[in-house]
């Protein structure tokens, strides 16, 4: 019998949901299989309607969706367990939860701000909703402009990366000055 990858993946979840302890997996697992996928997807390109390329889809999706699915059940055990040990953690899963555990620190934050009376704490959190602050990377030559916030932001030339607020970046995006997929919101705090 042939062990192949999605076999491999697919025993590994379901070691992880018949476990109730987040299972410590290879810190490379996903980029093996996105190195997989790069190999077997270079055999047949997406276009041509070949058995060859009809089975490299179809293995690309089994993967694709149980490594999905390994990801999900990992967050969940993780935000269940608010003792959860994160080092069990791949790097690409602490990607995803690291805006929960920011989420928590915040949470906390606004819930010590409230018990110790402290308006000052309350209203800096209320301030940094209110202005976001976005990174952009231009598409092509712009003028300065004035940014919400009243500062001055400019001139600049394709492929300048500029921190913005973030209701300017939505106009500059939906004109297609700036790139959407290099918009990323810059933490506070």
């Not at 055999?43 to 041509?48: N, T, W």
């Not at 704490?121 to 209110?130: C, G, I, T």
Request: aromatic share 6%; glycine share 6%.
């Amino acid at each position: 019998m042939i062990d192949t990858r999605a076999d491999k993946l697919y025993r590994l979840l379901e070691d992880e949901n018949n476990s109730k302890e987040l299972l410590k997996i290879s810190q490379d697992t996903y980029q093996e299989i996105a190195a997989h996928v790069k190999t077997i997807r270079a055999e047949g390109s997406d276009k041509e309607r070949s058995l060859a390329s009809e089975l490299s889809v179809g293995e690309r999706r089994i993967l694709s969706k149980i490594a999905r699915r390994l990801i999900e059940v990992r967050i969940q055990k993780f935000s269940t367990d608010p003792d959860a040990d994160v080092t069990n953690l791949t790097l690409e899963e602490r990607y995803v939860i690291e805006p929960m555990i920011q989420s928590r620190k915040r949470l906390e934050r606004i819930a010590e701000g409230i018990f110790n009376g402290q308006v000052g704490e309350l209203s800096h959190a209320s301030e940094s909703v209110r202005q976001k602050y976005v990174y952009a990377r231009f598409l092509q030559p712009y003028s300065a402009i004035s940014g919400t916030d009243l500062a001055s932001y400019g001139p600049f030339e394709p492929e300048d990366v500029a921190i913005l607020p973030l209701e300017n970046a939505k106009i500059l995006l939906k004109n297609g000055i700036i790139g959407g997929k290099w918009i990323e919101a810059e933490e506070q705090r």
